[in-house]
């Protein structure tokens, strides 16, 4: 009995040591700016938080450890150290302004920070605690203004279509690497610029060459939607439905 209770209780620990070592074995750090324009822009609408109207300015979507391979480890200890409100207190009107959840129903922004936190953050817990994961990515989204390198190279969010070529260029030029760009499709079937993507090194602060790509469909030119707020057509007050937006 006790030799099955000791390779049980070996079995636990090696298992305890995997979740730990997922936390420490990924390579770099997607950051994920999203556009809120082409976020709403959809058939499936967003919903505004109870904060209001999130600014006319891309967002911040994820901070999120990755392997070369393009895979990458998801939810290494979110039970023993679960999303704190009280590790972040300072940085919450930070939070608020450059990292809002447009998803429906409308909701106060902790349940979208606690599922990056959760789902991503865990895993470069060997690197970064709670507190430092979301002010890293604060400090990058300060670091990348989107919107200003865009608009300095003539491309700005008026619902016009742009080169993708042209986008990937302005933004490379500024930060000194290719960034990877997402498309989503808004209610017309127009392939719309949604995120871009840059690397991290595994410390956070510096941004490296990608070693990998995240796989996108995007159109040679795409369009870049405006933003106008609550009077935007596809943008609804807050709902009790469930949400038709899957956070990542």
């Known amino acids: ?35 809120p324009g082409s976020y709403c822009d959809t058939r499936r609408g967003c919903c505004y938080p109870k904060t209001g109207k999130p600014a006319a300015d891309f967002s911040i979507h994820g901070l999120w450890p990755n392997y070369n391979d393009g895979s990458y480890p998801s939810n290494c200890d979110s039970q023993q150290n679960p999303f704190d409100p009280s590790e972040i207190t300072d940085l919450t009107d930070r939070m608020q302004r450059s990292w809002p959840s447009l998803a429906c129903p409308n909701n106060d922004m902790l349940k979208f920070w606690s599922h990056e936190w959760n789902k991503h ?26 919107l200003q390198i865009l608009a300095e190279a003539g491309i700005n969010p008026d619902g016009n279509f742009y080169n993708l070529r042209d986008i990937k260029v302005a933004i490379s030029e500024a930060t ?3 960034p990877g760009i997402e498309c989503n499709v808004d209610g017309s079937g127009n392939s719309q610029l949604y995120q871009v993507y840059l690397c991290v090194d595994k410390s956070g602060p510096d941004l490296i060459k990608c070693p990998v790509y995240p796989r996108s469909r995007c159109d040679s030119t795409i369009e870049f939607p405006s933003f106008t707020g609550h009077d935007h057509d596809h943008a609804r007050a807050p709902s009790t439905a469930p949400s038709t937006h899957t956070e990542l």
């Open 1 to 35: 009995m006790r030799g099955i209770h000791g390779w049980f209780i070996g079995v636990l620990a090696v298992q305890h040591l995997a979740v730990l070592c997922a936390s420490r074995d990924f390579d770099f750090f997607y950051f994920v700016q999203q556009w």
């Open 121 to 146: 953050g865990t895993c470069s817990e060997s690197v970064l605690d709670q507190h430092g994961y979301f002010e890293t990515a604060l400090n990058l989204k300060k670091k990348v203004d989107l």
């Open 176 to 178: 000194g690497y290719t």
